[in-house]
Structure formats: structure tokens, C-alpha cells
């Protein structure tokens, strides 16, 4: 079992900047696929970033020249860095872990939205 908790999601006005966390505990490590998702009420819930193993990175078109998703392994702990948030990108944020660690298999996951663990997650508003 992996457990896992979102941070320091909020309220921002347009153009600034969030940083989210997500801390891993339970049966943690370090190589597995992680990813972030976000959901707003009514729709499905949308990919956004993962990051394998290796450390390989992968973005969603509508987040990758803004947001960075990078994992800091000795703290077990996920971020997303968010820049130049709009009020589209309010939502509900979540993290989610899969146990696999190559890169091709953590993006197929990542493409079907299909991980082991998923975290409780952290909203965030972003007003015009």
C-alpha cells in the first residue's frame, strides 16, 4: 500500500504561481511512475504530467510550457510546479503512483489514467 497526500494547493489570481506537493509513505519507492491529474466537477478527469523512474518527464499540451513536474526521491515527495496559472486551470489537483519504473510503461499508465494509488487531492482557484 502506498499512501499518499497533496499540498499546499489555494486561491491565486491569474498569472501567478503554486507549487504542489505530494508525499509518499507505505510501501514507497523511489522508481516508481508518478503523475498529476486535476478534475473539475462534470468532467473527466485530465492527465497532466508524469514523471518514471528514470526520471523521464512528460507533459499534457495544455500544461507544458507552464507547469514542471519533478519528485525529490530521498523525501519521496512529488511537486508540480504551476507558472502563469489562468482561471481554466482551476480544479481539484491529484497525484497518483503506479509500481512500474520505465519510462514507456509509466506513459501508457499515464495515457490511461490507470495508477495503483491516487491521492485524496488539493484544490486550486484561480481568479481573473
Known amino acids: 500500500q502506498v499512501q499518499l497526500v497533496e499540498s499546499w494547493g489555494g486561491s491565486v489570481q491569474a498569472g501567478g504561481s503554486l507549487t504542489l506537493s505530494c508525499a509518499a509513505s507505505g510501501d514507497t519507492y523511489s522508481r516508481y511512475c508518478m503523475a498529476w491529474f486535476r478534475q473539475v466537477p462534470g468532467k473527466e478527469r485530465e492527465r497532466l504530467a508524469v514523471?518514471?523512474?528514470?526520471?523521464?518527464?512528460s507533459y499534457a499540451d495544455s500544461v507544458k510550457d507552464r507547469f514542471t513536474i519533478s519528485k525529490d526521491n530521498a523525501k519521496y515527495t512529488l511537486y508540480l510546479q504551476m507558472n502563469n496559472l489562468k482561471p481554466e486551470d482551476t480544479a481539484k489537483y491529484y497525484c497518483?503512483?503506479?509500481?512500474?519504473?520505465?519510462?514507456?510503461?509509466?506513459?501508457?499508465?499515464?495515457?490511461?489514467?490507470?495508477?495503483?494509488?491516487w491521492g485524496q487531492g488539493t484544490q486550486v482557484t484561480v481568479s481573473s
Open positions: 497518483a503512483v503506479t509500481r512500474t519504473s520505465a519510462h514507456d510503461v509509466c506513459y501508457n499508465y499515464f495515457l490511461k489514467k490507470d495508477f495503483d494509488y
Open positions: 514523471i518514471s523512474g528514470d526520471g523521464g518527464t
